[in-house]
């Protein structure tokens, strides 16, 4: 995974310790697969503590095994457990003594810098939403994941990835300053280039929305310290063309959704082709010293975590189906994000993007164009 500036505590001799809270249940692996995740990061980062939530009588054997690490991480027992079937609102009526809901409250009350979760998406951001509120200023909130590129150690931001189905232009432009803020202190890109997900590159094409999207992100682009690139189509999602990718939260999942079908069918088919022979066999054989480096490039487990942004608190949400080492990789990333004070520097960028939004739109409307270029 891509990695950061770190940042540089006051005191050399006393290094800052980091707290991250984790949902031990939840995911589809269960508990044993999220403690094997967490010795893994924990070992990886000498810094970090982390609050482990969920059931004592099974989170505490787990833990008995690794007893090296037994002063970093504190046990907090909760009772219940958020299903991928518990629909959002139910969650948010009937979800204290979770071990989500202990997850996210351990963030509310200051107790750790950072929450991860592998639980149900929805019942997540609702949980989220409500134990830790918006930012000021903010409209929507927005799920942000990482896209691979054929650039070896660089990596993409594509946000919403489906926190919210809808997008209005001011919306599109929070996005954007919140994904290249994201860029800079996840992948330490200092001017990070963006661009607008639309059916084509060129100018005129695009429903209503996005013309005037366009026009905001390119008066207000300065003032959120990004190149913006234009209109960017979905070939580019995975290009070296650009680092933030924005679009609304259905078009965002999708892409996703496709994405990682498209990279497991590419996989499933060139197994499938390395053993149909005894020739192709010797081939693969062969070239498996190339191979493994690819599947290290494209393995998703090691880019694992959508990063809720635009709450007061961060929040990654690991994938359900995460194995340990797609744990791992959630916890380092919240880790790292909580370690450059990323929270801090998100909440500057949405005041910031809520000015360059008023002043794009009086410049807009001083040149008669109201703010749409359409018209």
Known sequence: MATGPEYASASATAPERVVISVDAMGGDRGPAAVVVGLVDSLTRHPRMDVILHGDEAALSPLLARHPDLASRVTLRHAERVVTMEDKPAQVMRHGQGTSMWSTIDAVKDGEAAAAVSCGNTGALMAVSML????????NRPAIASFFPTPTPGKTNVMLDMGADVKADPADLLQY???????ARNGLAIARPRVGLLNVGTEEHK?????QEANTLLSRSAEAGSFDYVGFVEGTDILSDRVDVIVTDGFTGNVA???????ARLVGDLLKQTLTSTLLAKLGALLARGALKRLQLRIDPR?????VFLGLNGTVVKSHGSADATGIAAAIGLAYQLAQVRFLERLAARVASAEVAGQDAQVGAEKAGTGGNPSE
Do not use: C, H, W
């Open 131 to 138: 134990r830790l509120r918006k930012l000021p200023g903010l």
């Open 256 to 262: 996703l959704k496709a994405i990682e079908g498209t």
């Open 302 to 306: 090691r880019v694992n975590g959508g």
């Open 206 to 210: 695009g429903r209503a929305e996005l």
């Open 176 to 182: 954007a300053f919140m994904g290249a803020s994201y």
